[in-house]
């Protein structure tokens, strides 16, 4: 059975470095700090409540009906394991039967800035490592000494604990003792490595509220009111940022996961970090064929050559036994373990004479420590070697293996349905009426679906009919997380569409600042307890396309639980060979070719007539043209942004 993860908001401290002022009601952006931590924490999880001790009929009307505010059980500002203690006891009064398999989720109230994915990743990891406990864990700089090594910072108000923990947390507040950390010492504790430290920033002046509120209201904590209410217009569209802004604020990883052979893991998501159980290399070892030594023989700085003893042979797979005395080397291959004695390798090559026992060798050759590979210099004992999050390729599968692990745990795949709309299209192999299309966009999707790894649902052609809509859109709700559908939602397209998506859930149309792919319908539409995210695609096959590479698959990445970083591929520069016409105020995507140009540096020229209904533009191509939202006419010479489609699905 499915765990049920229950989202608790700490809201219940003095706030006592805040002057006392009850810390997640204070403003932050156009809400509050518990305000935007709801937001935050509400779509990762299957229910969520708030715990205060005070102005509880205030935070009542942020968390609004349905959610409970709860007050410690203990009373009297306990503090955060009070806190932790009356979220265990909520979720047992709330569980019933299903108390044994619920979790209790812990963030902050002044957490504004928490990470999506935190409900997804510590999941993850409690049921890697079995644990009682998952919490979060960050690399800090000291900023006084930028160049020092970082330390791990736990967080442990960032927790996804066991609700069966209840009666051992009981036994231990019985005690007297009141701290988290101390708690956690007696339990399995599973530690999950975040890259973003600042996600789990939290404020505790009012001076720091002030200076992170710009940010706040900049990151926009994105409710579904908010992607709603932003729909661009003709006058003023929105912009490709923004959009995407709104996307990945709202959409989340999923939780489960499997664990499946090395093989089968090729572009999967990796569920919980990969810790290295050895060092690799195991051994010291030599990266040369040569002759290993001992550093302090070699000729000293008076520039007489030395003359050493041949004692044996190492190769790889077969050391040399015993200790190598001074004056002595062996003759090594590359790979073979360093004999005992020995820390630096003399490359073969350079040694100025080879006798039959014996090596010479010049002074300045090579200095001592070369040309030796170190136990652990590939990966360390005990370090990450593969961080969560990660989408596997194939030098990752030959890491995993130079681990000796077999088999690793991954997220499930997506599902994801898609169907075409219009009354005009033609399904292949039916006669092609006057007026009519073949249906290509179903062909485009599945592939850069398919190429994404997602199980793909194809829902087929839907006439322009408002019962066949509501019934696609339905059936898609039961089986998928998201949904594709290309045509229907540009200007003139037929009213329903925009009614029956709003009927189905909260879908925002938006009028985007871009060419091509200007219109894009984007939320959750609800089936009963069913749900799943919709991506409504324009209906010309350029742009489906771009709009898919651009709002769906970043979107599709996170769900499937890569880090911000794998959703967005780095634009690459390449020189105009032309002149091409750019209006100011929308970014354009034009087809590309990019190749060396005559000084052997990339140049890129255009595909020719880039209509969005040219899809010959998108096969000719091999890159995207990203013309920015200000940016004018462009003189051939110019530097322009460009986005390969090798790399980028
Ligand atoms: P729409 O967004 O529904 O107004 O469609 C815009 C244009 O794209 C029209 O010319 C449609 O015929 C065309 N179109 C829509 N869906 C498809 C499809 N699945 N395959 C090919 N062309 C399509
Ligand atoms: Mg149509």
């Known amino acids: 059975m499915a765990p049920t993860i229950t989202g608790w908001i700490l809201a219940g401290g003095r706030g006592t470095r805040m002057g006392s002022v009850d810390k997640g009601l204070q403003p932050l952006g156009d809400t509050t700090m518990a305000g935007h931590v709801l937001a935050r924490l509400a779509p990762q999880v299957d229910a969520i409540a708030i715990n205060a001790n005070r102005n509880l009929a205030r935070y009542q009307a942020i968390a609004g009906p349905g959610v409970a505010v709860v007050a410690d059980h203990l009373g009297g500002y306990e503090g955060p394991l009070a806190g932790l203690q009356t979220g265990l006891l909520y979720c047992a009064a709330q569980g019933g039967a299903q108390a044994d398999n619920a979790l209790l989720l812990t963030a902050p109230c002044d957490s504004p800035f928490l990470p999506s994915d935190l409900a997804a990743r510590l999941h993850a990891a409690l049921v890697e490592h079995d644990a009682d406990l998952a919490l979060a864990v960050t690399l800090e700089t000291d900023p006084q000494a930028p160049g020092a090594e970082s330390r791990r910072q736990r967080h442990p108000v960032f927790s996804l604990l066991r609700a069966s923990l209840l009666p051992q947390l009981e036994q231990y507040l019985a005690t007297g003792a009141r701290r988290m950390e101390g708690w956690f010492q007696s339990l399995r504790v599973a530690e999950v490595l975040f890259d973003d430290a600042a996600a789990f920033r939290n404020i505790n002046t009012l001076e720091e509220l002030q200076r992170h509120a710009p940010a706040a209201a900049a990151t926009d904590i994105a409710t579904a009111t908010a992607t709603a209410t932003a729909t661009g217009s003709d006058n003023d569209p929105l912009s490709v940022d923004q959009a995407l802004r709104l996307i990945a604020a709202r959409v989340a990883p999923v939780v489960q996961t499997e664990t499946v052979a090395l093989r089968d893991a090729l572009d999967r998501v990796l569920a919980a970090d990969i810790i290295s159980p050895i060092n690799v290399p195991a051994y010291d070892n ?191 709700c039961n089986g998928a997380d998201a949904i594709i559908t290309s045509g229907g939602v540009s200007e003139g397209a037929a009213d329903y569409t925009r009614d029956i998506m709003a009927l189905l859930g909260d879908v925002a149309f938006w009028k985007l600042a871009m060419r091509p792919g200007r219109p ?53 520069r390449a020189r105009a060979a032309a002149a091409m016409r750019k209006r100011p105020g929308r970014t354009e995507y034009q087809r590309g070719i990019v190749a060396p140009g005559p000084d052997g540096a990339p140049q890129v020229r255009l595909t020719g007539a880039q209509g969005s209904g040219i899809l010959s533009s998108m096969t000719t191509a091999n890159c995207i043209v990203v013309l920015a939202h200000d940016q004018g006419n462009v003189a051939a010479g110019d530097l322009v942004d460009i986005l390969p489609f090798e790399g980028l699905i």
């Open 520 to 572: 894009l319908a984007f939320g959750k539409v609800r089936d009963g307890g069913a749900s799943a995210w919709l991506f409504g695609l324009p209906g010309n096959p350029v742009a489906v396309m771009v709009s898919f590479y651009l709002f769906a698959r970043p979107a599709l990445l996170r769900m499937m639980g890569t880090t911000a970083a794998a959703a967005h591929p780095p634009l690459l």
């Open 286 to 476: 030599s990266a040369m064929d040569g002759y290993a030594l001992r550093g302090a023989d070699l000729p000293q700085s008076d520039g007489v050559p030395v003359t050493l003893t041949v004692a044996g042979i190492a190769y790889a797979g077969r050391a040399h036994a015993g200790t190598v005395e001074p004056g002595q080397c062996v003759r090594i291959m590359t790979g073979a373990a360093m004999p005992a004695g020995c820390d630096s390798v003399l490359p073969q090559e350079l040694a100025v004479a080879i006798g039959q026992d014996s090596v010479t060798i010049a002074a300045g050759s090579i200095a001592p420590g070369a040309n030796r590979r170190l136990a652990g210099e590939d990966l360390a004992l005990g370090g990450v070697a593969l961080a969560a999050g990660k989408l596997l390729r194939p030098a990752d599968l030959g890491l995993v293996a130079s681990l000796g692990i077999a088999e690793v745990t991954v997220r499930r795949r997506l599902r994801v349905a898609f169907f075409s709309t219009g009354d005009e299209l033609r399904a292949l192999g039916q006669p092609l009426d006057d007026g009519c299309v073949y249906d290509s966009n179903r062909y485009t999707l599945f592939g850069m679906l398919a190429r994404l790894g997602c199980e793909v649902i194809d829902l087929g052609i839907v006439r322009d009919d408002p019962a066949a809509l509501e019934a696609a859109l339905r059936t898609a």
